[in-house]
């Protein structure tokens, strides 16, 4: 497995899900970690994961980080990964199927990566409360006072607005990376 480094804010994650075929499985990881090295070449790339399935004929997943859509966008029209994908394709079972991740979901390990890979509960609760008490309080006390103008309901509605945004945005990147190795101790570093 090869770890991403730095995720920051704006950054893209995408995840491939695909099976390979019976007796293919050797050959399929040496391909993914040969697009590996060409995609660390890649303008953008942060970069990328393979995850083995957890029992045989499972799905292989494959998460690439990149600086922006359009970093991402180059990558995926390169000719190195055009190469790549024809030769992956003689050795998976039909297309991969992709999914993207941003917001509130891309906070912690994706759904689809295998529950073995994902950070203990209680972790991620903690670094979620680490993000969201001094927010919160940062909120309420420098700016609630300045909206007790406006009704209970559109003021809960402004406050809330700009705390989610604040952890989504600013919070929840920068503290993810910073509790990498709480959150997954012995994972990807």
Do not use: N
């Not at 399935?53 to 922006?68: K, L, M, R, T």
């Not at 055009?82 to 993207?100: C, I, K, N, W």
Request: with cysteine; aromatic share 10%.
């Amino acid at each position: 497995m090869e770890s991403a480094t730095t995720i920051a804010p704006g950054a893209v994650t995408r995840i491939a899900r695909r099976r390979v075929k019976t007796g293919q499985e050797q050959t399929y990881e040496a391909l993914i970690h040969e697009m590996f090295g060409l995609m660390r070449a890649h303008k953008g790339c942060l970069g990328a994961e393979l995850f083995p399935p957890d029992e045989a004929g499972g799905f292989y997943q494959v998460v690439v980080h990149f600086a922006s859509e359009t970093a991402l966008a180059e990558w995926d029209a390169s000719p190195g990964r055009l190469a790549m994908t024809a030769r992956l394709r003689e050795v998976a079972e039909g297309e991969p199927d992709y999914r993207r991740l941003s917001g509130l979901e891309a906070w912690f390990s994706p759904s689809v990566v295998p529950a073995s890979m994902h950070p203990p509960r209680l972790r991620m609760a903690l670094v979620t409360w680490l993000g969201i008490f001094p927010t919160v309080s940062f909120f309420l006390w420098f700016v609630a006072p300045h909206l007790q103008v406006l009704p209970f309901l559109p003021r809960t509605a402004l406050l809330t607005g700009l705390i989610v945004a604040t952890m989504t945005w600013v919070v929840m990147p920068r503290l993810t990376r910073v509790t990498r190795r709480f959150l997954s101790p012995g994972g990807p570093r």
